[in-house]
Nanobody, 120 residues
């Protein structure tokens, strides 16, 4: 299983970016997909997550600005980031909790980080 993330870049404060992450490989079911971020000198934190049924969770600092969504048919999760602030600058990591075969345990998978820089 591989997670391929894209969409990071440099944006001015107040701007928008959309991150995408596609899971590929032998997949039976993706229970949860989400995005974490890690800024320099800080611990990795959960930004947003979404279950297979569409239930979402956001860290307080992004509520009202970020929206997470997923396309189950494409095994893809998106993070629409609006009203970006310099404090949002970080490496963003895609995460997925996946069952490869029926009856087996689910495992965590990570994509490579994609850098988001918010600066004027």
């Amino acid at each position: 299983v591989q997670l391929q993330a894209s969409g990071g870049g440099l944006v001015q404060p107040g701007g928008s970016l959309r991150l995408s992450c596609a899971a590929s490989g032998s997949i039976f079911s993706i229970i949860v997909m989400g995005w974490y971020r890690q800024a320099p000198g800080k611990q990795r934190e959960l930004v947003a997550s979404i279950t297979v049924s569409g239930s979402t969770h956001y860290v307080d600092s992004v509520k009202g600005r970020f929206t997470i969504s997923r396309d189950n048919a494409k095994n893809t999760v998106y993070l629409q980031m609006n009203s970006l602030e310099p404090e949002d600058t970080a490496d963003y990591y895609c995460h997925a909790n996946i069952i490869i075969n029926p009856g087996t345990f689910r495992n965590d998978y990570w994509g490579r980080g994609t850098l988001v820089t918010v600066s004027s």
